[in-house]
């Protein structure tokens, strides 16, 4: 007769060792007559998960936006790491052939309206956004980052957005 229990036959999984959640969320608008900040924040809901909220409305239609992103790593202060593009944002749904942004857009595009082509118009929000380990197909390595946007309408800047996380492998705890 086998005394295990059902508990100590289950697999310890990689979501089990790693820790990928929001510890940041900055937005400023620089020109409020064509986009406002509603709200934005986020909100722990255990541990190691943390949801990111955002509200905003473009006020105009908007059919020219590029967007600046920049990956940073915190090594005293954050300095640059691994991406540092410039991109057509509305041409972005027609031809997604930007890899990095495909990886983000992919964590993202289920919690958000921001999920068509060009013209933006009205609120533009992200609702109950939380980070999940297995939607990543990049290697991370442990780490503080922050990943910077400044979205450009028309060749002028607009507004930022800048989001922080945290990204824990403990592979020790797949043991």
Not at 33 to 40: A, K, L, P
Request: hydrophobic share 40%.
């Amino acid at each position: 007769m086998d005394n295990t229990s059902k508990v100590d036959n289950i697999e310890p999984s990689f979501q089990d060792a790693v820790v990928f959640k929001f510890t940041n969320f900055v937005c400023e608008s620089y020109n409020q007559s064509w986009f406002v900040f509603h709200n934005y924040r986020l909100k722990a809901v255990s541990r190691n998960k943390v949801l990111l909220n955002m509200n905003g409305t473009a006020l105009h239609p908007v059919n020219n936006i590029s967007i600046h992103v920049r990956m940073l790593k915190k090594a005293n202060g954050y300095k640059p790491w691994l991406f540092d593009i410039y991109f057509d944002g509305c041409q972005y749904f027609f031809k997604r052939n930007q890899p990095f942004v495909n990886i983000v857009y992919g964590l993202l595009k289920e919690f958000t309206n921001i999920n068509h082509s060009c013209p933006y118009v009205g609120p533009q929000i992200i609702k109950d956004f939380y980070l999940r380990p297995e939607l990543l197909r990049l290697p991370f390595p442990t780490g503080d980052y922050l990943l910077a946007l400044q979205w450009y309408f028309d060749k002028k800047l607009q507004f930022d957005t800048n989001v922080s996380f945290t990204f824990v492998e403990d592979l020790m705890k797949r043991n």
